[in-house]
């Protein structure tokens, strides 16, 4: 195979490796936020999303959206409430 190509693909690898721990990592501390709201009896979030997403357009509306609530189940496993 290629020298070159090899390269490549293993940075693409690297580089997703490095992001599906990102992403883990950023579960571990949302779910503890969200167990930490759920034992102060916190409001969940309230997201927003913008309905135009173009680049640059400063002015365009936003539309909320509920982010759903989870709970562990009895196999340790998450489940919507």
Known sequence: MDE???????????????????????????????EYKAENSLPPPIRTVRKNKSPGCVSSPVMPILIPSFRKNSYGSLSMK
Do not use: C
């Open 4 to 34: 070159k190509l090899e390269q490549y693909r293993e940075s693409i690898n690297n580089i997703d490796a490095a992001l599906v721990f990102m992403l883990a990592e950023r579960f571990k501390i949302t779910q503890a936020v969200g």
